[in-house]
């Protein structure tokens, strides 16, 4: 199983539903929770993680229009999130690589393989382009007679869930919120010296697997039972001192019934890029434009007779 196994998502990345708020909504809810936990020792535990929630729960609706506000900003934000998938000896691990810059902001986000260098596609969107562009690796070159393909821009209307340099890291977020709001889910809070804080919860592989925030094809989600699905997900939420998202981890070892279901997953937040660190709008004669809806079906299929082809 390579990367592209998950090579659905790319698909729904660039064809996929609004997010709408909920995921504005789940970030508000971890960032009250750490607020209500807030001052503390350094490294050490503040309290009870339910009685915080219990908490924080009136103060929630004041909040999340300061949230949906703060996620709304064309700040200049660099991130990566790599995804590590295993069952038995079959393997998925990429790396997702997000960059915005300007206001209106230009928007880069890569998806490579870590185990296949010409296994990747990085789509870009320069501010105010009524097109997306995509720059195909080798692995997708079949896909059209040029580097780079485009296609009509749909996603400006949305919010930053619906970008697919962040439509995973949502979902992780939402994976927390509903396992916090179901009651499956042991919390912590932790406070650091340089004014962070750390947020720790336990999930289940069934929800972790409901929120897509990895996307399996069905021959891979046969093999996993319904003990495993009960497993656990240690996630980790760490919180920078102004209160901003930092980093995320999803860390878990499922063994049951004769499989083994590994998962590693870790987004952070990197330094602010600039725009050097974007790519140059691609000349006419290196892009083939996609400009149909029959023409975009019959691209996103072949797309995915590609992505499925690692079984």
Request: hydrophobic residues 30%; glycine residues 8%.
């Given at each position: ?12 990345t660039?064809r996929?539903?609004?997010a709408g708020?909920r ?6 809810a971890?960032?009250?929770l ?5 001052p503390g ?6 309290p ?5 929630a ?7 609706k ?8 703060d996620?709304?900003e064309?700040?200049?934000r660099?991130?990566?999130?790599r995804?590590?998938?295993r069952?038995?000896e ?8 997000a960059?915005?810059?300007?206001s209106?902001?230009s928007r880069?986000y ?6 296949d260098?010409s296994?990747y596609?990085?789509y870009f ?6 097109v ?22 749909t ?5 930053i869930?619906?970008?697919?340099g962040?439509?995973m890291?949502c ?6 919120s509903s ?7 042991a919390?912590?809070?932790?406070s650091?010296q340089?004014g ?10 069934r929800?972790?697997l409901?929120?897509?925030v990895v ?18 997900i240690?996630?980790k ?9 930092k980093?995320i ?13 590994e ?5 952070q937040?990197?330094?602010p890029?600039?725009?050097e660190?974007l790519p ?5 004669d290196?892009?083939t ?5 029959a023409?975009?079906?019959d ?11 690692g079984?």
């Amino acid at each position: 199983m390579t990367q592209r196994l998950a090579g659905a998502a790319s698909r729904a990345t660039t064809r996929r539903r609004p997010a709408g708020r909920r995921s504005l909504a789940v970030l508000g809810a971890l960032l009250i929770l750490v607020t209500a936990c807030a001052p503390g020792r350094s490294g050490t535990a503040i309290p009870d993680g339910d009685a915080a929630a219990a908490y924080v729960s009136d103060k929630f609706k004041a909040t999340l229009e300061r949230l949906s506000d703060d996620l709304g900003e064309t700040e200049p934000r660099r991130s990566t999130h790599r995804s590590f998938t295993r069952i038995d000896e079959k393997k998925a691990d990429s790396t997702i690589t997000a960059i915005q810059v300007g206001s209106p902001p230009s928007r880069l986000y890569k998806n490579h393989s870590n185990r296949d260098s010409s296994d990747y596609r990085d789509y870009f969107h320069p501010a105010g382009s009524d097109v997306e562009y995509t720059y195909l690796g080798p692995v997708y070159k079949t896909l059209a007679p040029t580097p780079w393909v485009s296609q009509p821009y749909t996603s400006g209307g949305y919010d930053i869930c619906f970008w697919g340099g962040y439509t995973m890291v949502c979902r992780m977020l939402d994976t927390i919120s509903s396992s916090l709001k179901n009651g499956h889910a042991a919390k912590q809070a932790k406070s650091f010296q340089d004014g962070s804080i750390e947020l720790t919860a336990e999930v289940t592989l069934r929800e972790f697997l409901k929120q897509r925030v990895v996307i399996l094809p069905d021959w891979i989600l046969a093999q996993i039972t319904e003990e495993m699905q009960n497993g656990i997900i240690e996630t980790k939420v760490r919180l920078d001192p102004e209160g901003k998202l930092k980093e995320i981890r999803m860390n878990g070892l499922i063994e049951a019934d004769g499989h083994e279901f590994e998962v590693k997953e870790h987004y952070q937040v990197l330094d602010p890029p600039t725009e050097e660190d974007l790519p140059k709008v691609p000349p006419k004669d290196q892009v083939t434009a996609l400009t149909t809806d029959a023409e975009i079906d019959d691209y996103y299929n072949r797309m995915g007779e590609i992505t499925s082809s690692g079984g």
